[in-house]
């Protein structure tokens, strides 16, 4: 079975990201489950439209778990992952499917728009700001010291 590479870049998170475990071939493994939606321009001018593609993807073991941990509704990424057929029989029938699966996963976010996001608790506001790029000042302000925060390496 050929597997297709896919890229989806600059793209937000829709909702939550969806933490289980499974067993796995060799043992219990994490799996994650996300959506991300990416928009793409075509035209220009006046006639200029964009349309969104949202693509559910599966991310599995220690990526799985810091997606998890890092990243909420709303959060900025870039995926790059596989596309493969994902058929199965039923009562006879083949049903038709396609399954995503990361393989690299780029955090967009700074960590001070993580934190905000985090603080707020609700991950659902839209990301605040003054439109270039730069976090809102109540997350600047509020972040803890450098000497107070856990490094983004430490297991937990």
Do not use: C
């Not at 349309?51 to 990424?77: C, D, F, M, P, R």
């Not at 058929?87 to 038709?96: A, I, P, R, S």
């Amino acid at each position: 079975m050929a597997n297709v590479s896919v890229i989806q870049r600059h793209a937000h998170l829709a909702g939550a990201v969806k933490l289980e475990i499974v067993n796995g071939r060799e043992g219990k493994i994490a799996k994650a489950v996300l959506t991300a939606i990416s928009n793409t321009r075509r035209g220009s001018g006046e006639a200029r439209e964009e349309e969104s593609t949202a693509i559910q993807w599966t991310l599995w073991g220690k990526q799985a778990e810091n997606a998890a941990e890092y990243l909420g509704k709303g959060s900025h990424v870039n995926i790059v992952g596989r596309l493969r057929n994902n058929n199965y029989e039923k009562d006879g029938e083949t049903v038709y499917g396609m399954a995503f699966t990361a393989e690299e996963i780029d955090y967009l976010d700074s960590r001070a728009e993580s934190e905000a996001r985090r603080i707020r608790g609700d991950d659902s506001a839209p990301q605040a700001g003054n439109g270039s790029g730069e976090p809102p000042a109540a997350a600047a302000t509020s972040r803890k010291p450098r000497s107070a925060r856990q490094p983004a390496h430490a297991d937990a």
